[in-house]
């Protein structure tokens, strides 16, 4: 494939579950863009900018930069996650989970996209976080055409069947037609992943800022679903962890991903 003019992208996918809902999030950072005149690199800017995001929870909350983010363990107040190996507090945790996604106004627009669903969500055959995946490559697929981009694909470990899905997605991805139907009466066309490069890459998340980027918005969009549904945990419905996901910017948030919902949240 040729590369297009508009570049390449690589998307950052990390997911959140519990027993009945799922949440799957993918982070898209700059790789290659054309500036005056000339292919450039510009990944190493969004690096920059996420590495001053954590120097700046650091500061503001104590928490290293060094220490890997997980969404559900530092909302909770478990992990040790203040300097000097500390506990924070679940309300300082809350604050902090609110502060850091607040600050992510140095991401580019359009970002973010999230896809949540229960254990009972089915789509073309996939079922859980497959069905997540799925529903999430077709808005990659979309957003990167819109932009005449290509994209690339980073998982964090652990997961081999969002490879097999992602290699398959790459020739073969039904996707429906927000219209009720494509030409001929037909309820979905392939749409195939061709405009992303390469295999699905494997990164662990304790290395990859941006891994852990999407965990913590995952976990806020989990969150967000349960109190939606009335089923946080007393202490989670006493701090509002429902709100976690509204401090985000919404500019950095793909609303075109679902003009269901404000913020773009596909749901399934």
Known sequence: MKLPDGGLDIFYIDESMDAEVFSM???AIPFLRIVE???TITWEDQFANIRQWRRDLSKSH???VARELKGSKFASGRGRFRRGNHQ?????AATAYRHMLAQLGFLPTLSIITVIGTKAANL?????LEALLYALLQRMRTACAKRNRAGMVFFDEGHGEYTKLYRKARVYLPTGSSQGGWGGGNVS????????????NIKQSQHSFFIQLADVVSFAALLKIRGEQRKLTPWQAQLGLEDLYDHIPVKVLNTRASTADPLGIVRL
Not at 88 to 92: I, M, N, Q, S
Not at 124 to 128: A, E, I, R
Not at 189 to 200: A, E, Q, S, V, Y
Request: hydrophobic share 30%.
């Open 88 to 92: 924070l507090t679940r309300a300082e």
């Open 25 to 27: 999030s993918a982070v």
């Open 189 to 200: 066309k392939n749409l195939p992943l061709d405009n992303f490069t390469k295999d699905g």
């Open 62 to 64: 104590e928490v290293p």
């Open 37 to 39: 005149g000339t292919w």
């Open 124 to 128: 073309y055959g996939h079922s859980k």
